[in-house]
Structure formats: C-alpha cells, structure tokens
C-alpha cells in the first residue's frame, strides 16, 4: 500500500509565568478556571491523551518546550501521556517517533538575529532530549516562519525536516516531501501540508461535522495513481477539543476510520522520510509564514493581518524596533561581565537551559565545571546566573504572541513587556546603571490605532512589580 495519512498538532501556549515569581497569574479571562495553560488543558490536552490509544500515538505532534514545562509541574498525568504517546508511536512506526521538537519560546526566527536563531533552535533540541530521551528528527518552526538562514540553523543542528505551507514554495505537491538545497550546501527535507484540508478542519467546520466526515475529507485528497503520496493536515493542536468542542473524539474517530479503512494507512513524518526520500527539489519563498500573507510583517509592521478585526497595527513595527533596541544594548554589556566568569558566555547562554532543565546542585556543578574560567565562589555564581537569567528574559521577550492579536494592551502584549521589564531589572542588578529610561522613550512610540488609548510605555510602568498580575490593569 502506497497510501498514507498523517494529522499534524501544533501544542503551543505562550510562556506565562510571571518573571519574577515564576508562578501563572490568575487570568480572569480564562474564569471558570485559574488560567489559560489550566483551560486548555481541561478542554485539549488531557482529552487528547485519553482512551486505550492516545490520539497523540497515531498523528504527529509538536508541543511548546515552556508549555511541557508548565505540564510537567501542574497536570503530570498530561505530561506522562505526551511522553508515552511518543514511546507508543516508535513501536507503531517502524521506530519513528511522533514527537517533533519546537524552537523554543515560539519567536519568529527570520525576524532573529543570527545569535538568538542558534539559541532558540538548540533549546529546542535540548529540551526535547531531556523530555522525550532522544534525538528529534523534526522540528516546527513557529508560524512556520522560515528564511534560509531559519533552514541553515536547523540542518547545522542535524534536524531532518519541518513543515511549511504550501504557499511557501512554488508548484509543490503536497503529497511529497522536497528537498530544499542550501547555501551552504547543506540540505533539508520540507513536507508542505495539505493547505486545502487544513483549512477546512482549521476553520472550515470539518472537525466540528465528526470522525467520519474528517476521515473522508482526509482521504479524498488522494490521486489516481500508483505513487507514494502522504496526504497530511496541520492545525493548530488546539482545534481538537479547544477551539472546536468535541474536536478530540472526531479526531479519535478519524484515526480509527482511516486505520480500518484498508485504503490508506497511518504513518508519520520520520517513517514516511526513511520509506521514500525526497525524489524532487524545491527553493522557497524568501521569508513566509503561515498566518501572514505578507511574509512575517504581522510581527514586524502594519500589513492588515488581523486575529480580531482590526485594519491598523500601527503599533507593532515600533515594539520590534524597541525591543530590538534593548537586546543589542543587553549583548555588548553581558558578553563584557559575563567574559569575567565563562570561557564563552554566548556558548554558556546556548548551555545554560541544561540547568533550567535540571537545576539541581549536580546539574549546576557540571554546567560551571564546563564553562567556567576558574573556579567561581559562590556570590561569583550567582551573579553568573543571573547574567544567564537576564539573556533568558532577553529572549522570551520575543515570544510571537506579543504581537498576533489586535490590542497592543492586551494579555500577551503585556507578558512581553514583563520579560523586557525583568531583564532591565536584572541587567541593573548585574550592570549597574539602567537602559530603562531610553526603553521608556521607545515604548512611548508603542501607540495603539485607537485614540485615547495608553501607549506601551503607561502599559510598561503597571507592570514592573512582581507583585502585579498582567491581567490587573485590565480590570476597572
């Protein structure tokens, strides 16, 4: 049999954890429950996981390394089931896991430097290690955001393949995988999802019509003919219990319908790579994504992509720019005091999520044994991790989330602003000094399309204790 069908999620939820506490806040907005991480989970992620066969065991899959973290601490019996999904699902494809590694905080990696592309994607790589104890094969890209230098990064890193749209390339067949030649003369594969499907589950009302009609609609996307073709969808994960009710047992049900259909059968990624390698070449479009019909200007500028209606953005081009702004006046300043500890303090930054991974006092001794210039006293080690902590803000500032939706004053906005706020804080504690007053004059350029409404820099000023939950401005 030559036909085969793989269902793509994308498990994301942007990091939340207030910077200073490292505890969720209450976010009313996601009452009846403590928070959004807590909702969704009640709605998707457990119900995914239920049953005698996960849903997570038969498709392929991609979760948030910050969204496995909250998880691992707050719903370990979620947790324990992703991990045994991926297990379950080498057994059932020929060794090949479903599990996909995620750059790590969801930024947009062409719109990152050169240093921060090569951060995010080893966290990543790491993150996944530690979790799902082995080497991920792929990786997605967050937005499927990509550029050459996004493709460069990952091949350099030994990851095989990712997944695009379809618009991301020109007069590709959705039903193979291409090879994607690069400068270096490197290469990746890429699979382009079938755009048309997705579409349809995603926002079409598929997955909300059933099993059956989502197995069809599945395989109708099938040719006349006798080659190997992969037809496959990729939503976001979410649309399986969250976004649409019910979505997780339509799933369930298609699964179940195309397994005992005897006219196509289940694979994933890894499995259907290792059976048929790339017979074709594609180049990509320059910078694309799969929610911006402008490349990736919906986190870079007014471009009119819109989550809630709006028509004008002006306010997004101007928090790059800021936060831009703030990064590389961070880097010259660490990489100054942090030479006064580590060998390298960007590859220390690259090594350091080992001891977010584990940062037991073992764990601690070997990262400083690694990387430190001599042996550091204690107050000597601190204040090196607080450098390492300050890049850390420095880098989830960045989180795509800040700049999708409509309201530069809203929750995932806000949460960006506190990143910004605690590396600041960091960076005066560490430094000595403060970049804050310049950063405000920036943020003041931060100004929402509705008149009347504060800038970013008012927004930024509610936002500095550790004391203020993100959501509390936004209550009368």
């Known amino acids: 049999m030559n036909r085969f069908v793989t269902v793509h999620g994308h498990f994301y939820q942007p990091p939340r954890e207030n910077p200073w506490t490292g505890a969720v806040d209450q976010e009313v907005t996601a009452a009846p429950y403590h928070d959004w991480n807590e909702r969704i989970t009640a709605e998707c992620y457990e119900r995914n996981g239920r049953g005698p066969v996960s849903n997570y065991s038969r498709m392929s899959f991609n979760f948030g390394p910050t969204l496995l973290s909250w998880l691992e601490e707050s719903s370990a019996a979620t947790y324990r089931s992703i991990l045994a999904a991926d297990r379950e699902s080498r057994e059932r494809f020929s060794g090949h896991g479903s599990a996909l590694a995620q750059a790590y905080n969801h930024a947009i990696l062409p719109l990152a430097n050169a240093r921060d592309k090569v951060t995010q994607v080893h966290w990543g790589i790491r993150d996944f290690e530690h979790r799902f104890g082995r080497r991920p094969e792929g990786m997605w890209l967050p937005e499927t955001a990509v550029d050459e230098a996004t493709l460069e990064v990952l091949a350099a890193a030994g990851i095989a393949f990712t997944i695009l749209s379809p618009h991301q390339a020109a007069g590709v067949d959705p039903r193979e995988p291409y090879r994607v030649p690069l400068p270096s003369g490197r290469e990746i594969t890429v699979f382009f ?115 809630d209606g709006a028509s004008r953005h002006p306010w997004r081009r101007p928090l790059r720019e800021a936060l831009d702004w703030l990064r590389d006046a961070l880097a010259p300043v660490y990489e100054a005091e942090a030479a006064r500890y580590f060998a390298d303090p960007w590859s220390a930054r ?80 560490t430094l000595g000094g403060s970049l804050e007053p310049l950063f405000l004059r920036l943020l003041e350029r931060v100004r929402p399309a509705s008149d009347g409404a504060p800038d970013a820099a008012a927004t930024y000023r509610t936002l500095r204790s550790p004391h203020v939950p993100v959501e509390a401005a936004l209550q009368p």
Do not use: K
């Open 350 to 429: 690259n090594e350091s999520i080992d001891i977010v991974l584990d940062p037991s006092t073992p764990s601690v001794d070997r990262f400083f044994e690694r990387h430190a210039v001599r042996n550091l006293s204690e107050a000597e080690r601190g204040t090196a991790r607080g450098l390492l902590l300050l890049q850390r803000n420095a880098l989830l500032m960045y989180t795509s989330c800040g700049w999708f939706f409509d309201d530069p004053a809203g929750l995932e906005t806000r949460q960006v602003l506190r990143y910004a706020a605690r590396a600041l804080e960091l960076a005066r504690e």
């Open 193 to 307: 999802y079938d755009g048309a499907v997705s579409q349809a589950i995603a926002f079409g009302g598929l997955a909300a019509r059933g099993g059956g009609d989502l197995a069809r609609g599945l395989l109708s996307r099938f040719d006349v003919g006798d080659a190997p073709a992969l037809v496959h969808a990729a939503t976001d994960g979410e649309t399986y219990g969250h976004h649409v009710r019910g979505g997780d047992r339509a799933l369930a049900e298609a699964l179940d319908a195309i397994d005992g259909s005897g006219f196509a059968r289940l694979t994933n990624y890894g499995e259907f790579l290792e059976r048929f390698p790339p017979a074709r070449e594609t180049r990509l479009v320059p910078i694309s994504s799969w929610s911006c019909a402008h490349g990736v200007d919906r986190w870079s500028g007014d471009c009119g992509c819109s989550a």
